[in-house]
């Protein structure tokens, strides 16, 4: 599906800048660290030079970097530099919002089951008592509920003049819960739910971490009266 959603993205992610979402990708499986539903944390110092000491340059050319945004008071996570243009990157992810009670059970009984109810008791500075009940959910359920979390990291980053159409957005997605035929599906959902103002970004990138889900979507221009 990566290959085939790259293409059918009218060629928007092509050349270099193909390679450096890509590279982008890299660095999610190599150093992303996630803060339950805040999501990717910025980076610290430890991992900016871990990857500065192996990003790669993009494609053949070596005028096209991926810097990682060490400024904690700059309003995006990394940029790519071309010699025409700085493309100002957002990161986020879309995982379940309990991810981080299921991560706390793991550690207190060694396995978690991923699907099913989950309830809690108490504070987690208080005597916290989570419980996971194991149910068997079907893969169009699934799906959706996975398609709502990318609508949901999407959101978060909403906001009229939050951002811009120069910046692009890249969102970290959980793909082993998709099959590799849904890329119609999350195609269509994106385009219809997720594309909408008020998203000010020039485009979209949809990047899994198990490497199976590239897609990479244009916002379409609204102008303020419409």
């Not at 945004?69 to 992810?93: H, K, M, V």
């Not at 089951?113 to 149910?135: A, F, H, N, S, W």
């Not at 398609?147 to 692009?168: M, P, V």
Request: charged share 25%.
């Amino acid at each position: 599906m990566s290959a085939r959603g790259l293409a059918h993205r009218k060629n928007y992610a092509s050349g270099s800048w193909a390679s450096a979402i890509f590279s982008l990708r890299d660095l999610i499986l190599e150093n992303a660290c996630f803060s339950g539903a805040a999501g990717l944390s910025r980076f610290t110092r430890k991992s900016i030079r871990s990857v500065c000491s192996r990003v790669r340059r993009y494609g053949d050319r070596k005028d096209v970097f991926f810097v990682p945004n060490l400024d904690q008071g700059r309003d995006f996570d990394a940029q790519i530099r071309e010699p025409s243009r700085t493309i100002p990157i957002e990161i986020t992810s879309a995982h379940d919002p309990h991810e981080h009670l299921r991560m706390e059970y793991f550690v207190q009984h060694h396995y978690v089951p991923l699907t099913g109810p989950l309830t809690v008791q108490g504070t987690k500075r208080k005597d916290r008592q989570i419980g996971v009940l194991l149910e068997c959910v079907g893969h169009e359920e699934s799906r959706a509920d996975h398609l709502t979390f990318i609508k949901t990291a999407a959101e978060g980053k909403k906001g009229l003049g939050r951002y811009g159409k120069n910046y692009e957005l890249l969102i970290a997605v959980e793909d082993r819960w998709f099959d590799p035929d849904d890329a119609k599906d999350i195609t269509a959902f994106v385009e219809h739910q997720v594309l909408t103002p008020p998203l000010e970004f020039g485009a979209v990138h949809l990047i899994g971490l198990t490497d199976r889900l590239f897609l990479s979507f244009e916002v379409p221009y609204r102008s303020s009266g419409l």
